[in-house]
């Protein structure tokens, strides 16, 4: 019997169906492949704010109206029409999100202010975040490739209980398409892909096979893409004048994405699957304006590249829908292993007018050049399962482990050039040893109808997280180090139908990251060359506290929410100059001394007025303090940010068009940094894309699509802020045409 108390009343009798099934865990139809559809392709379905379906909130299916935490959808059909070049990319223009990083490959999420490593990745569940990642650095959505990205689940806010450490900002959740269920029958599918985009004149063909045959289904799809360095227009960006288009260099790529999915239906209650990811990229980097385009005389280089990355993935699974044990009905376990190797330089060079002072020869500096090669292996398992308590409970719990084996090797080479004879020293001392680091984590969730129009969802984790480092040639004299840190987090979410049409949500909630391998251990110049870290095995791991108030309102074809948050971290990680010298550089060390604030509020709406047109928009703010030194910026993301969208789909599904408009204001609070061109304050900016997509042709099953667009439309020099101080510009106005062919 389905409890029917479990889930809130919804306007829309199918959703409220779909909710039902996944909270009393009777099985639900896997995401189909609608990418390789011809409607799918051409004729995007309108994309609501609070309408779609997500999991990562609660671990069970609901509709976004009904969960009590702040979510963000972007649905597949809207994934076609934008073509991104990562997920990253998908997120602009979605409330409380940002992106650090520019180029094809590079670009990362922020969320409410955070990002790197206070932001967790998933793919389908399984966090791609590891143990070798700088703080401000997590790892690249980009190892998924995003034309197999069926939904991008974000959840705005504290997720530890569910997810573990890292879940400080939010989590960013990238679901890939299924293989076709087994209702379907036998069938088979695909489609070829090719898109050009003018920004690094861009080439990306895409191929896609998927099918079943009997109880066997499959998926198959690779991925070409080859780039180059994009430019930046002319233009005024603060303090920064440009008469021609720049090049922004190491903002290309070659890369290489291929996936596969087998899965066995034995019945419709219980399925085996096996999933296949191999990513590859080559000369790739950061990315930099050189000093004598931006009019900068005797500017510092700093060259930040990956010259080689590859990734892959092997994921081995079980699902158990409508089982009707005694303590489970819904039953998921996971096992994987990724294997993440790459090389990483750096290449800086510091004028000797800096240096040496204004009589220095021209020509004279530091010069610091450096090699990094990573090989991190990674083994986990996820083992998840629910049961209906009672007709107003559902229990879901589960235990989670994963264990990284960190190998590295570097080189440094440093000297002065330009004053007499080149004089460099070279070194092979592995700046971070060879390390293990292992995460294991149970935790439990009740998910609790305590009256007709109140539900509360309340969850705690134990988390334990231990690291030690190993016989690391290079560094024989270093004694064995370990680090143990065991954390307890809980959290609440409350939601109260005020009236069936508008919902009141409140949530308060702990989240966690414990320090990682390179802020334990790392001992070394840093890639900048700008002073020596030294190891510190001490430290704790960072804590948050997160208070969310927000309302959501959806009646008929209108929906809406507002939200405002206030996050608090304590003990945060934080590089600390000591005071000392270590042979030239100053002394730093990363240490638990931040207590910082973070709140703001996110506001969305959409509203359809008539059949095929909608309208979007929403408003940002973000607001941030460093509690313990309040005269010290923390500022890493806009402090507003403004979107509107309008579209209209034909509703015979031939053609579609849509216009967006982006503004962020300016950021006064931000650390501008040792060399910055743009000046004290980040400018605003307000960028401008069109778009458009039409249905050619059919013949028998085969059908034929053509979208094009154009973005920076204005062609407007702009930076993100968290890529302005080191200034890293967006693309010029760019052309993007993408062609589907689908059968």
């Given at each position: 019997m389905i409890p029917v108390h479990l889930m809130r009343k919804t306007t829309g009798g199918a959703l409220l169906l779909l909710s039902l099934l996944a909270a009393s865990g009777q099985a639900q139809e896997p995401r189909q492949p609608a990418a390789d559809s011809a409607a799918a392709d051409t004729v995007p379905e309108p994309v609501y704010v609070l309408r779609p379906l997500n999991v990562t909130a609660t671990r069970t299916e609901k509709n976004i109206f009904l969960t009590a935490a702040p979510v963000s959808v972007v649905e597949q059909e809207l994934i076609l029409e934008l073509?991104?070049?990562?997920?990253?990319?998908?997120?602009?223009?979605?409330?409380?999100?940002?992106?650090?990083?520019?180029?094809?490959?590079?670009?990362?999420?922020?969320?409410?202010?955070?990002?790197?490593?206070?932001?967790?990745?998933?793919?389908?569940?399984?966090?791609?975040?590891?143990?070798?990642?700088?703080?401000?650095f997590g790892e690249i959505p980009a190892i998924v490739d995003i034309k197999e990205v069926a939904q991008v689940e974000v959840v705005r806010g504290p997720a530890s209980v569910l997810y573990g450490s890292d879940a400080i900002g939010g989590v960013i959740n990238l679901r890939t398409n299924e293989v076709p269920p087994l209702s379907g029958g036998d069938q088979v599918g695909g489609s070829a892909k090719y898109s050009?985009?003018?920004?690094?004149?861009?080439?990306?063909?895409?191929?896609?096979?998927?099918?079943?045959?009997?109880?066997?289904?499959?998926?198959?799809?690779?991925?070409?893409?080859?780039?180059?360095?994009?430019?930046?227009?002319?233009?005024?960006?603060?303090?920064?004048?440009?008469?021609?288009?720049?090049?922004?260099?190491?903002?290309?790529?070659?890369d290489r994405n291929f996936s596969a999915l087998l899965d066995y239906a034995f019945s419709p209650t219980h399925r085996v699957f096996g999933r296949l990811g191999l990513y590859s990229a080559d000369e790739?980097?950061?990315?930099?304006?050189?000093?004598?385009?931006?009019?900068?005389?005797?500017?510092?280089?700093?060259?930040?590249?990956?010259?080689?990355?590859?990734?892959?993935?092997?994921?081995?699974?079980?699902?158990?829908?409508?089982?009707?044990?005694?303590?489970?009905?819904?039953?998921?376990?996971?096992?994987?292993?990724?294997?993440?190797?790459?090389?990483?330089?750096?290449?800086?060079?510091?004028?000797?007018?800096?240096?040496?002072?204004p009589m220095a020869p021209p020509g004279s500096g530091i010069v610091s050049q450096s090699e990094n090669f990573t090989d991190l292996e990674t083994l986990g398992f996820r083992i998840e399962a629910a049961k209906v308590i009672s007709e107003n409970a559902l229990l879901t719990y589960g235990v989670d482990f994963s264990h990284d084996d960190s190998e590295n090797t570097d080189f440094?080479?440093?000297?002065?050039?330009?004053?007499?004879?080149?004089?460099?020293?070279?070194?092979?001392?592995?700046?971070?040893?060879?390390?293990?680091?292992?995460?294991?984590?149970?935790?439990?969730?009740?998910?609790?109808?305590?009256?007709?129009?109140?539900?509360l969802i309340v969850g705690a984790r134990f988390q334990d997280v231990r690291s030690q480092t190993e016989d690391t040639p290079g560094l024989e004299d270093l004694p064995p180090t370990e680090h143990d840190d065991q954390t307890v987090v809980a959290a609440a979410n409350l939601l109260v139908e005020v009236i069936p049409e508008l919902n009141i949500v409140a949530a308060v909630g702990r989240a966690f990251r414990a320090p990682n391998i390179i802020e334990l251990y790392f001992d070394g110049v840093t890639a900048e060359g700008s002073g020596f870290l030294s190891r510190n095995p001490d430290l704790?791991?960072?804590?948050?506290?997160?208070?969310?108030?927000?309302?959501?309102?959806?009646?008929?074809?209108?929906?809406?929410?507002?939200?405002?948050?206030?996050?608090?971290?304590?003990?945060?990680?934080?590089?600390?100059?000591?005071?000392?010298?270590?042979?030239?550089?100053p002394e730093f060390q990363n240490v638990n001394i931040d207590k910082l604030r973070f709140q703001g509020v996110e506001i969305a709406a959409d509203v359809m007025p008539v059949d095929?047109?909608?309208?979007?928009?929403?408003?940002?703010?973000?607001?941030?303090?460093?509690?313990?030194?309040?005269?010290?910026?923390?500022?890493?993301?806009?402090?507003?940010?403004?979107?509107?969208?309008?579209?209209?789909?034909?509703?015979?599904?031939?053609?579609?068009?849509?216009?967006n408009l982006r503004h962020q204001g300016e950021q006064k609070d931000i650390d501008v940094g040792f060399q910055n061109a743009v000046g004290d304050v980040i400018p605003a900016f307000t960028v401008h894309d069109v778009r458009g997509g039409v249905r050619l042709f059919e013949f028998g099953s085969t059908s034929h699509s053509l979208s094009l667009a154009v973005e920076n439309l204005t062609n407007e020099l702009y930076a993100e802020v968290?890529?302005?101080?080191?200034?890293?510009?967006?693309?010029?106005?760019?052309?993007?045409?993408s062609w589907v062919t689908s059968f």
């Open positions: 073509v991104p070049n990562t997920g990253a990319d998908l997120l602009r223009d979605l409330p409380g999100v940002d992106v650090n990083g520019v180029g094809t490959n590079q670009t990362r999420p922020i969320i409410r202010g955070q990002r790197g490593q206070r932001i967790l990745l998933l793919e389908d569940d399984i966090r791609l975040n590891n143990s070798r990642r700088q703080q401000d050009f985009r003018t920004a690094g004149n861009q080439h990306r063909p895409t191929v896609t096979l998927f099918g079943r045959t009997g109880g066997l289904g499959f998926r198959f799809s690779g991925q070409y893409r080859d780039t180059e360095p994009y430019e930046a227009p002319s233009g005024s960006f603060g303090n920064i004048s440009l008469d021609d288009n720049v090049v922004v260099q190491d903002t290309g790529v070659r790739t980097g950061f990315g930099f304006v050189r000093g004598e385009d931006l009019g900068v005389e005797d500017a510092t280089s700093i060259e930040l590249r990956y010259p080689d990355q590859k990734v892959d993935k092997q994921t081995l699974g079980y699902r158990g829908r409508d089982l009707g044990w005694t303590v489970v009905d819904r039953l998921d376990v996971t096992a994987y292993r990724m294997n993440n190797e790459r090389e990483f330089t750096t290449d800086v060079f510091i004028p000797g007018s800096l240096v040496f002072g440094l080479r440093q000297g002065v050039v330009g004053l007499g004879p080149p004089s460099f020293e070279e070194s092979d001392v592995p700046n971070v040893p060879n390390a293990t680091y292992q995460r294991l984590g149970v935790f439990a969730q009740g998910d609790l109808q305590l009256a007709d129009p109140v539900s704790k791991a960072e804590k948050s506290l997160n208070f969310d108030l927000g309302l959501k309102f959806r009646k008929g074809r209108v929906g809406a929410e507002a939200y405002y948050f206030r996050n608090e971290i304590t003990d945060g990680i934080r590089l600390l100059d000591t005071g000392e010298m270590v042979g030239p550089f095929g047109l909608t309208l979007r928009g929403s408003f940002s703010h973000v607001d941030s303090k460093d509690v313990t030194n309040p005269v010290n910026p923390i500022g890493d993301t806009y402090s507003s940010k403004f979107v509107a969208n309008a579209a209209y789909r034909d509703p015979g599904g031939r053609f579609w068009a849509s216009y968290s890529n302005a101080t080191f200034f890293r510009p967006e693309p010029k106005r760019t052309l993007l045409l």
